[in-house]
């Protein structure tokens, strides 16, 4: 049973326009939701995160939208850039006491110049 | 190092056979966490030491795999008579108490031939 699903394995945008990434969740006790980074034959990077009691979080470029009635949120990358290409994992965290994060299987991005 | 550090980077071993994987964490951090990321595959937590408390082996997935963490610090992750299936990318992440912002290391790439 996939609790968190990115439905896109890869995507492909334009230098300068908007990224959005997807992601899915169905377990409703996720606590809090978390971007990682990955490039290859790195280990990830945190990126970005946001509570399950917000809706929206911004730093920098980065912005994460979480919908929690349609169990969805999204990251968006504005202006994308080529150092953003890479595989971007969604990870779940259950609430207090939980330390187990629960990942997607990644969108690859690749920003095209 | 400043990061978290993993050997060996890439591992090549027979069916049948033992293998080691190490990791060294950020100093100071208490939590080390073990995940695997097969092909195609999201990361799969293994297993998670917080400090002295016993560690949380749930996600370890068969007997076949044991991790003991010497001293508060360094970790072991252990896998007796290997199989092709285990074939994957081993990573090992620290932090300061509790998740859920890990500090990846870059991974062992594990094959079993």
């Known amino acids: 049973d996939q609790q968190v699903k990115q439905n896109s394995p890869s995507l492909s945008v334009q230098e300068g326009r908007i990224s959005i990434l997807n992601c899915d969740y169905t377990n409703s006790m996720f606590d809090y939701f978390l971007w990682y980074k990955k490039y290859p034959a790195e280990g990830p990077t945190f990126l970005i995160s946001i509570s399950s009691i917000k809706d929206k979080n911004e730093d920098g470029r980065f912005t994460v939208f979480l919908n929690k009635s349609a169990k969805h949120l999204s990251l968006h990358i504005v202006p994308s850039q080529p150092g953003d290409s890479a595989v971007y994992f969604c990870?779940?965290?259950?609430?207090?006491?939980?330390?187990?994060?629960?990942f997607g299987k990644g969108t690859k991005l690749s920003v095209i110049p | 190092g400043a990061g978290v550090s993993q050997s060996p980077s890439n591992k090549v071993t027979e069916k049948g056979k033992d293998v080691e994987l190490r990791c060294d964490p950020i100093s100071g951090h208490t939590a080390l966490y073990w995940y695997r990321q097969s092909l195609g595959q999201g990361l799969e937590f293994l297993i998670y030491f917080q400090g002295n408390s016993a560690p949380d082996k749930s996600g370890l997935p068969s007997d076949r795999f044991s991790a003991e963490r010497t001293g508060g610090s360094v970790s072991t992750l252990t896998i007796q008579r290997t199989q092709q299936e285990d074939s994957a990318v081993y990573l090992c992440a620290s932090s300061a108490y509790r998740g859920p912002h890990l500090h990846f290391g870059n991974g062992t790439r594990l094959t079993v031939t």
């Open positions: 990870a779940g965290e259950l609430g207090a006491g939980s330390y187990q994060l629960t």
